[in-house]
């Protein structure tokens, strides 16, 4: 979709949710007339891989194949790994609070729930992505030095990687369709927010099923063919 010799600012001003991708591999804006081959360089960042991620969350048909040998797993891993502290450490809290603000006018015993309902769903991100943190990822590192784990391959990981973005989903249609709030500016504000952060878990989740999971597969048989 996109070439490195494109301009970056033409890439952002068409699709400005890339500028969450930027900001996950540390890239700044104020790049001018630059080419993405020229932003990527001047900030270390592996273009073959973020033009593959773009292509990935831009591509929601899933018709792109990748060359999945073209990919940096280590340029992979900062990606995950940034967004997991954007989602931990600041996109959910912020709806929390937002949320929290929103509520305090309704049914007390009801907002409670509401809210618990979304502590709940939270702790099960933290939980999804705690387990790519402390396990995945390191098992993903030591393919990179040559140094296989016997105990451990990426189809245990593939079985059991939930869409952690479904019960968000539930969650936003629960309000919509059950809550007895007046509809204000503040609680489409929220809702909002829930949209697109349940688009960005989905794009997460994306990057590593297309990107992630199939680069650790080639890896994996080409170590059972030595």
């Known amino acids: 979709m996109y070439k490195p010799t494109d301009k970056m600012s033409l890439l952002v001003t ?3 949710k890339m500028m969450l991708v930027m900001a996950r591999f540390g890239i700044a804006l104020g790049f001018g007339d630059k080419t993405i081959r020229e932003v990527c360089a001047e900030n270390q960042v592996d273009t073959n891989t973020f033009l593959a ?21 280590k340029a992979v891993l900062k990606y995950l790994q940034n967004s997991h502290s954007y ?21 007390s015993e009801l907002s409670k729930a509401v809210l618990f309902y979304f502590d709940e769903y939270v702790a099960e991100v933290k939980k999804h992505m705690n387990y790519e943190e402390k396990t995945v990822f390191p098992y993903i590192l ?8 016997a105990n451990y391959n990426i189809e245990m990981f593939a079985r059991q990687h939930n869409q952690i973005e479904a019960r968000l989903t539930e969650f936003k249609s629960i309000i919509i369709k059950y809550y007895p709030i007046k509809s204000t500016y503040e609680l489409t ?4 927010d829930i949209f697109t952060c349940e688009e960005d878990l989905a794009s997460h989740n994306a990057i590593e099923n297309r990107l992630l ?3 650790i597969l080639k890896i994996e048989f080409d170590n059972l063919k030595i």
């Open 14 to 16: 068409s699709h400005y």
């Open 53 to 73: 991620i773009v292509e990935a969350l831009l591509d929601v048909e899933n018709k792109t194949n990748f060359s999945v040998k073209e990919v940096s797993l």
């Open 87 to 107: 989602f931990l450490q600041f996109r959910l809290p912020a709806i929390r609070e937002k949320l929290s603000e929103v509520l305090q006018n309704g049914n």
């Open 142 to 149: 030591s393919l990179i030095e040559g140094k296989p784990k």
């Open 189 to 192: 504000s929220v809702l909002f």
């Open 213 to 215: 999971v199939p680069k």
